[in-house]
């Protein structure tokens, strides 16, 4: 749950300070002016944090999971000890992994650290949250085999977390139910069922939170549907994706 919400965007509203404070030195100041610019996600910087020290219940794609995080960070700019402290970050996490994986967490640093798409963007889509647990539009329109970037934000005003999923026509029962079975299991797997009718989907998402889903839209026209599968959610959240 905590690697899902890694990968989501908070809130990073900019506050007035005052430039006379700043002018009183002009080393800091510059610091100052880069952190504002940058905006850093502070959630993300705090879960990766509280991982750090997680030395059991990892698998080995959630490790690698959580180092690709570190890679993507080098992007965040901050004040002049801020690089220094997601390194230490880094640095106290690997003291925990298992020596077997670390030569797979080194080959990361060589990866690309482009946190988009993984392919061409045909069609930009918004979708957000309205009272009474529905989504803020019933109805998406995509054509078949477009590149979809879907930018989900859970704005309920009740504090409840929401997901997104993707499914085949006629399908959207049949994946609430067995959602809703997932029983202990759901919370990990942010109640989306392993089933080969699910396209596509978000983690939970957290109140305030964007996630933005990027997938490639059936080449089969058609009428799918999109649904939250937090339990008791999907019977009125949910909405249908056209594909024509």
């Known amino acids: 749950k905590t690697l899902a919400l890694m990968s989501q965007s908070s809130d990073q509203s900019k506050y007035d300070w005052s430039p006379e404070l700043l002018a009183r030195n002009s080393g800091y100041a510059r610091a100052f002016a880069a952190t504002a610019a940058s905006s850093p996600q502070r959630d ?15 698998t080995d794609a959630q490790r690698l999971e959580y180092f690709r995080w570190y890679r993507k960070a080098e992007s965040f700019k901050g004040g002049n000890s801020f690089g220094g402290f997601l390194n230490n970050f880094r640095k106290e996490a690997l003291a925990n992994v298992p020596k077997e994986m670390l030569s797979a967490i080194e080959k990361i640093k060589q990866e690309p650290a482009n946190d988009g798409p993984p392919f061409e963007i045909d069609t930009r889509l918004v979708l957000g949250v309205k009272p009474m647990m529905k989504f803020d539009k019933e109805e998406l329109r995509v054509k078949p085999g477009d590149g979809v970037e879907l930018a989900f934000t859970n704005n309920d005003p009740m504090p409840m977390m929401h997901n997104l999923v993707l499914v085949k026509p006629g399908a959207r029962l049949e994946i609430v139910i067995a959602a809703a079975g997932l029983g202990a299991a759901g919370m990990a797997n942010s109640f989306v069922p392993k089933s080969d009718k699910v396209i596509a989907y978000t983690p939970l998402v957290l109140t305030g939170n964007t996630y933005k889903l990027y997938f490639k839209a059936p080449t089969d026209p058609g009428k799918y549907e999109y649904i939250c599968t937090y339990p008791g959610h999907g019977l009125t959240m949910w909405g249908t994706l056209v594909v024509e």
């Open 44 to 58: 993300q910087i705090h879960y990766a944090k509280e991982l750090r020290n997680l030395k059991t219940h990892w």
